[in-house]
């Protein structure tokens, strides 16, 4: 029995079984030096990147602990944003296939509060949720942590970043003072060591380095000029062709300019940064997952707690001036089996970050010249595979992705294999479909309905439907 061995822990058959039929069959470094901790009832500092395995090293932990005939609230997740939280519930709920009927809850800000209110009415095993929400909760006593049993701060440093150490110490007050407590974070300065002291009893401390194998990621570095790099973003994506990308700039206002000069070449971007509405961040995100938007222009906070899945490339218009940001953006590609590629655009006044990137990393950067690149200066970008049809229906309307994908392949004629992603929120409908038939499906499903204006019928009702113009 191999110390990475999942068999190795203290688990029972039907969670093992669970684990292997997910995919889990080594632990990585995280889980390894973490896991045997967790479940010995250990509090725990980690130190841990995005996409290390973090969310499996606490969720297994926790949902070994979790009794399912007891309807209270045994663990709290707290998470630094929505799309993190959402992506964190989502792996609890595929863990704890085995353990029985668990209740997974999410409880972020953005969303309305009654459903929310409701659902705790009803009890859940598990709340995941943002600082600010679950604070709110608490002030309106819609919520009991006194049977919190499992407490996870995940990643406590973005968290205390965005302002949220108010939040986070009131929701720690009110839980339980015997309680197992653990922490992730991908960076742990003292100021944080020293703000988080007070939550923790006798930790144990793991470090898993956050560096990447160099074998996976391929990076480069183009050094040029200060008018150049919005041209030279371009010409990256037309020279590698990146089936996806985020590009990562230090500004919202560079952001801006930086999306607008790629769609007026041609290529399917979005820009996300912070002051943008939520409504608009969830949209953003689920044309980029679902193939609809080829590249995002992001800034780091908007990018926070992001886990894009199949991320060919990371470009950095601008380098980080913090090294540790460089290396996590750099890490959002190469992810599990997949080979990654990071290009790095610096003007000369940036020398003095690669320089730290150089130091942090132990070996030089690779440099290369954006003249040597092969593209036609007037070639236009290539538009996304996908197109998304939003559809004015969703859970309140008891519409599942099942039905839409009936009218799609039933009235509209559609394969499959040309429906992408389809994402079923509590009011709208999100569904990518292969942009070469997207027009005649639409007018399919606008026939079949019997209704003048931009009409479609799912489940024998009509429902408003319109393309997200990317």
């Known amino acids: 029995m191999t110390s990475d061995s999942f068999a190795s822990l203290p688990l029972t058959d039907s969670f093992l079984a669970n684990l292997d039929s997910l995919g889990y069959k080594t632990m ?11 479940l010995e009832g250990r509090d725990l500092i980690a130190q841990a990147k995005t996409g290390s395995g973090k969310t499996a090293a606490f969720g297994i932990g926790l949902l070994h602990k979790i009794n399912p005939a007891w309807f209270a609230t045994q663990a709290l ?14 792996e609890l709920r595929r863990l704890a296939r085995s353990v029985g009927n668990v209740k997974i809850l999410v409880l972020t800000g953005g969303a309305p509060m009654r459903p929310q209110i409701a659902s705790l009415e009803h009890g859940a095993h598990v709340v995941v949720g943002t600082p600010g929400r679950i604070r709110d909760h608490i002030g309106r006593k819609t919520i009991d942590l006194s049977t919190v049993q499992t407490l996870v701060l995940d990643e406590a440093d973005r968290m205390t970043d965005m302002g949220f150490y108010d939040e986070i110490a009131g929701i720690v007050s009110a839980c339980p003072k015997r309680r197992q407590t ?24 793991v470090t898993v380095e956050a560096q990447h194998d160099s074998g996976k990621i391929v990076q480069r570095f183009y050094e040029i000029g200060f008018d ?28 801006r300019e930086l ?39 992001a800034t ?66 690779e440099w290369y010249s954006i003249k040597d690149l092969s593209v036609d200066e007037y070639a236009q970008g290539d538009a996304a595979p996908m197109m998304t049809l939003c559809i004015s229906g969703g859970k309140k309307d008891k519409l599942r992705p099942g039905d839409v994908l009936g009218a799609l392949t039933g009235d509209a004629g559609l394969s499959k294999e040309q429906v992408g992603k389809i994402n079923v929120t509590e ?17 399919k499903l606008n026939a079949a309905s019997r209704q003048g204006g931009d009409f479609g019928s799912f489940k024998g009702r009509n429902f408003k439907m319109r393309f997200i113009e990317v």
């Not at 997740?77 to 989502?90: H, I, S």
């Not at 780091?300 to 996590?328: C, M, P, Y």
């Not at 997207?438 to 007018?443: C, E, G, K, Q, S």
């Open 182 to 205: 653990l922490l992730f974070s991908a960076t742990y300065p003292d100021d944080i060591r020293v703000a988080t002291e007070a939550f923790l009893a006798d930790p144990v401390e």
């Open 228 to 255: 150049e790099r919005d041209a030279a973003v371009g010409k990256l994506l037309k020279h590698y062709q990146p089936a996806s990308a985020i590009v990562f700039c230090n500004t919202k206002v560079h952001c």
């Open 77 to 90: 997740v707290l998470c630094p944003t929505r799309e993190l939280a959402d992506q964190v519930a989502n």
């Open 259 to 297: 999306v607008d000069e790629l769609r007026a070449q041609g290529f399917s971007a979005l820009a996300l940064y912070g002051e943008l509405e939520q409504r608009e961040r969830d949209e953003i995100l689920v044309l980029f997952a679902n193939r609809s938007c080829s590249i995002l222009i």
């Open 300 to 365: 780091d906070v908007a990018a926070r707690g992001l886990d894009i899945q199949n991320l060919e490339a990371v470009i950095n218009a601008d380098v980080s001036k913090d090294t540790e940001v460089h290396i996590h953006r750099i890490g959002r590609t190469g992810r599990g089996d997949e080979k990654g590629l990071s290009l790095t655009l610096c003007a000369p006044n940036e020398k003095k970050w690669v320089k730290l990137i150089e130091e942090y990393q132990g070996a030089p950067v």
């Open 28 to 38: 990585t470094p995280i889980q390894a030096q973490s896991l045997p901790s967790v």
């Open 427 to 443: 009011f709208q409908t999100y569904v990518a479909i292969d942009r070469r038939v997207a027009y005649d499906a639409f007018a």
